[in-house]
């Protein structure tokens, strides 16, 4: 089974810092998701990943599958980006295995203006 | 418009007393799943299902049961529910290896 780590567990910044969150995983996967939840509590996918980088607006994620890491930068950060965010793989790297996600515990980022 | 749909939102019920929560999707997806979060032990996968009459366990079946009749819908049914399922649950879906949109939440309380 894969274990997930995400740290910081909290973290607070000042409007237009430079945030990363980082996620390490002890099994190599397919796919890293990367999930936003706000204090309403809902959920939405930020990233999946399964090498490199990708970019939406302010929001990047990178992975290294060598080392079975990954990180989520936010540029510029905003109150608005106050949210935990969570970090998921799959089981394992194929099949319906691939379908068998563990979360990290979050990481609960308060940017304050 | 693209969504999960839960039903109900909050519910308050006490032990012994079957209920179903509902989730519904309206994008045609093939991969629906329901997760539990709780304080301290984040996410966890209950059960999936990777289509019609496909299902299966995810880390914390015990105590749950799914069906998958319909593409559209995954039902969680709790028989017997009991205070330690107590939680916030979550349905999702997606097509095949891509990313997954959540539903908006179940709140359940067990007394």
């Known amino acids: 089974k894969n274990e997930v780590e995400q740290s910081p567990q909290n973290l607070t910044a000042q409007e237009g810092e430079f945030i990363t969150i980082n996620c390490s995983y002890s099994v190599g996967i397919s796919a890293l998701h990367w999930l936003q939840q706000h204090p309403g509590g809902g959920i939405v996918s930020l990233f999946m990943l399964s090498s490199g980088k990708k970019k939406h607006g302010r929001l990047i994620a990178t992975i290294n599958i060598q080392e079975k890491h990954s990180s989520l930068h936010i540029t510029a950060s905003h109150p608005r980006d106050s949210a935990v965010y969570i970090c998921?793989?799959?089981?394992?790297?194929?099949?319906?295995?691939?379908?068998?996600?563990?979360f990290g515990k979050g990481t609960k980022l308060s940017v304050i203006p | 418009e693209a969504q999960v749909t839960q039903n109900p939102r909050y519910l308050i019920t006490v032990t012994g007393k079957k209920l179903t929560v509902t989730c519904s999707q309206n994008m045609n997806h093939e991969y629906m799943s329901w997760y539990r979060q709780d304080p301290g032990l984040g996410l966890r996968q209950i059960y999936y299902?990777?289509?019609?009459?496909?299902?299966d366990k995810g880390d914390v079946p015990e105590g749950y049961k799914v069906s998958r009749k319909e593409k559209r819908n995954f039902p969680l049914i709790l028989e017997s529910p009991s205070p330690n399922q107590t939680s916030l649950y979550f349905c999702a879906s997606s097509p095949p290896g891509l990313e997954q949109y959540f539903g908006p939440g179940t709140r359940l309380t067990v007394t």
């Open positions: 299902s990777m289509n019609v009459e496909v299902t």
């Open positions: 998921a793989v799959p089981g394992d790297y194929s099949g319906a295995g691939s379908y068998q996600l563990t």
